[in-house]
């Protein structure tokens, strides 16, 4: 350590409890990084364990029983334990307070008491899913995982339950912490994009949230104490079940992307150079996503046996949502044409974004659309259209956001030249994986079989060698980001020529964020071609 | 009164009370969801089997119910009083109110055990030999499982307002809070009036069906 350096967050303490006890909402951006990276590999090795077995049409590496055990792991880890607490949890938690130059979040403890619930939550889902196993898929349908499952739906539950309770509080957190702790001058429409995204989300948060812990609850309920809820054979009906799964989960969807929508909103003007194109849309088209994301949970029960009608409404709300999406995409388009555009690590991965989310956004008109989702219903085409939007854009913007924040986190540059490579290697692993599996939804091949007929081979074959290069590309930035920690060149306050409050305290920041709280004038974005980036 | 600081990410007390405020609404957004789910569930069960919940609800006691309701309603009113009392810096007063409406609080779960293990008795709990008449059977099953888990969820939420107000309580006696800064009483008593809310709501779906008409 350079002896000269200022304190900061990282060194103010160097105990170990002091990271266990801290609520400095930067401390515990750090302790969910580790947390929600530990569970991203977890659920990554679930699915290359997929990925092989489906290399060959016969079932020839793992049994029924276990491959329905692993891709139960993969969707309950990766949603749950990864996605949905990415981007708002470390970003989030890091830089909400930052950009609006506050000295925390409103809430610090109650912010460390949801990092130790979604450590205990996930602690008990790791233990339902290795001891006893699960094998209901991560949509837990009634009644097989009420009456038939023989997993360990009990403790599985139980740790979506706590897990879901640290959603709340961070939504929660959030919400209050932007209402009411802006610096002055920082109106709701000077806020920075990636602000309005995560207060989006953090609404999705909190009204979803508790809707899907009461269904589990229940769900629960009747598989332990035998009561009937959704047990078609005593007057329930399995359906509600699924109405309630969806009221959460669909929203769920945009917990997971509009957090990257609001990382891609700040990259793409700093490397262009330009003030955003459209800035009111963009953030309206947040909150407009979140509220029409609730009214479309329908379109994944079309051939469950809900009305004509219903389904008549639902595809025509979900095409609603088409229209908001449409517009951040063309917005950050726009804001790209006649910038000076510098290909930097964050860039490519905010491009590889917007190319990505576009052709999983499309494909979603195709499901939105009532009559092919029922020749698509349960294909390897939905698979892949998810995968679009939650791997391929999410996932994506998340370690676009990482490199690009990763001086101000770290006080550390990484590598460049890897990063750049990097992002490469992911964006076409992720094609080469997921757009054959486009193919063979259209061919017919249904999700969760691990046994398929030979003339798929080919694709699947195609699919598996992608997700091996899509695995080196995401442990690549595991290594030469861990190797920047300890050697990499010292960062200075705004290594991008960024805009934003952020970049105005030092890097890393001290541990009450801003030595005065500033004061805001501008409107954000505002950049020009002639402040350059000085970094290499 | 003794002084209060604000906590250091406020600039000052107004701050940290205007925020305590907003945070107990937002929560009570997200327990609203909460309990929306049995609900809707209610709400469609109910409508598939009209005459069953009837029925079924003609076996709540709706004297040990309405008792109840009347209980809760007064603990409110002596919360809100509470919140009141402490604006005029009374802090004694308001650690009275909470006492008594804690007090109201233990009553009504007292008489709630007694209607619990009556209707335990009566064969009415779901999972613990219930015993209906055939016909309407399943429907019961359904209303007195909705019946359960609301109320217990109901008991359980009370029990936290209860602790919670003993809390504040104390610090209140102690005079922590004043006209100045009484966010915590505040918040407090929205939680305790959340809880009376739910519990009139639940009167309404579980002790008055079928009790008039034919």
């Known amino acids: 350590m350079n002896a000269h350096a200022p304190v900061n967050y990282l060194t103010t303490d160097y105990r170990l409890s002091s990271w266990f006890t801290t609520t400095d909402h930067k401390r515990i951006a750090i302790l969910y990084f580790a947390t929600i990276t530990l569970f991203f590999f977890i659920g990554g090795m679930a699915a290359t364990i997929i990925r092989l077995e489906l290399a060959t049409p016969a079932g020839d590496l793992v049994t029924s029983d ?51 619930l979604f450590v205990a939550g996930g602690a008990c889902v790791l233990y339902a899913l290795f001891v006893g196993g699960l094998d209901t898929g991560w949509t837990f349908y009634t009644p097989f995982s009420s009456t038939y499952s023989k ?45 309005w995204a995560i207060y989006a989300t953090a609404i999705i948060l909190v009204l979803a949230t508790p809707v899907l812990a009461m269904t589990l609850l229940l769900m629960t309920l009747e598989r332990e104490f035998g009561v009937p809820i959704f047990d078609p054979a005593r007057g329930g009906d399995p359906l509600l079940f699924q109405h309630l799964f969806w009221f959460y989960s669909h929203p769920a969807v945009y917990i997971m992307i509009l957090p990257g929508m609001g990382v891609v909103s700040e990259l793409i003007p700093c490397f262009s150079r330009k003030p955003i194109f459209g800035y009111k849309f963009v953030a309206w088209s947040a909150i407009s996503i979140a509220i029409v994301g609730f009214l479309v949970w329908g379109h994944h029960m079309f051939v469950s046996g809900q009305s004509v009608f219903a389904g008549v409404v639902f595809s025509l709300m979900s095409y609603l949502v088409a229209v908001p999406s449409a517009i951040k995409v063309f917005n950050w388009t726009a804001t790209l044409h006649g910038g000076w555009i510098k290909l930097d690590s964050p860039m490519l991965y905010a491009l590889g974004f917007i190319g990505l989310f576009t052709i999983g956004g499309l494909s979603g008109l195709f499901l939105a659309c009532l009559a092919y989702d029922v020749y698509v219903t349960d294909t390897y085409f939905v698979v892949a259209h998810f995968h679009y939007i939650m791997v391929g854009a999410t996932v994506t913007a998340y370690f676009g956001g ?50 398929y007929p030979a003339e798929f081979q080919v694709w699947n074959v195609l699919s598996s060698g992608g997700a091996f290069v899509l695995a080196i590309g995401y442990l690549m930035p595991l290594i030469y980001l861990s190797w920047s920690i300890f050697w990499g060149k010292r960062a200075s306050a705004n290594p991008w020529a960024a805009t934003g409050l952020e970049w105005q305290t030092l890097s890393p920041p001290p541990k009450y964020n801003f030595a005065v709280t500033p004061t805001v004038v501008r409107e954000p974005y505002c950049y020009t071609p002639e402040a350059l980036p000085q970094n290499g | 009164m003794v002084e209060m600081h604000p906590e250091m990410q406020f600039s000052d007390l107004g701050q940290q009370q205007e925020i305590a405020r907003l945070g107990i609404w937002v929560f009570l957004a997200t327990e609203i969801l909460f309990f929306g789910g049995p609900l809707l569930l209610y709400t469609v069960y109910r409508g598939a089997y009209a005459q069953g919940f009837a029925a079924a609800a003609r076996h709540t006691d709706i004297l040990i119910g309405t008792a109840n309701t009347f209980i809760l309603l007064t603990s409110s009113f002596l919360v809100a009083w509470a919140t009141e009392a402490i604006k005029k810096d009374d802090g004694r007063l308001t650690a009275l109110l909470f006492g008594a409406a804690v007090f109201l609080g233990l009553v009504f779960l007292g008489l709630k055990g007694m209607e619990y293990s009556n209707e335990y008795h009566e064969q009415l709990i779901p999972g ?12 019961a099953l359904l209303f007195f499982t909705f019946y359960f888990i609301t109320t217990i969820l109901h008991a359980i939420h009370l029990m936290i307002g209860i602790v919670l107000l003993i809390v504040i309580a104390r610090h209140a006696a102690k005079g922590r809070y004043g006209a100045g800064y009484n966010a915590p009483v505040f918040v407090s008593a929205l939680y305790w009036h959340f809880i009376d809310l739910v519990w009139i709501v639940l009167f309404a779906l579980i002790y008055l069906p079928g009790r008039s008409g034919p």
């Open chain 1, 402 to 451: 990482l490199h690009f924040w990763w001086p101000k986190i770290t006080g550390r540059l990484y590598p460049e030249y890897w990063a750049r490579a990097a992002a490469i290697v992911i964006f076409f692993g992720f094609n080469l994986t997921f757009f054959p599996q486009f193919i063979l939804g259209v061919l017919g091949m249904p999700r969760r079989y691990h046994v």
């Open chain 2, 128 to 139: 613990f030999g219930f015993a209906f008449a055939e016909a309407e059977r399943n429907a």
């Open chain 1, 66 to 116: 276990v491959y329905n055990r692993l891709f139960t792991i993969h969707g309950i880890v990766m949603v749950w334990l990864f996605l949905v607490p990415s981007i708002p949890t470390t970003l989030g938690n890091f830089l909400v307070p930052l950009m609006i130059g506050a000295r925390d979040l409103a809430f610090p403890k109650l912010n460390l008491l949801s990092w130790y």
């Open chain 1, 151 to 195: 997993g360990n739906v009990f403790v599985a539950v139980l740790g979506i339950f706590i897990a879901g309770l640290s959603s709340i509080l961070t939504g929660l957190n959030f919400i209050v912490t932007i209402h009411r702790l802006r610096a002055p001058g920082l109106t709701w429409f000077r806020l920075p994009l990636f602000i």
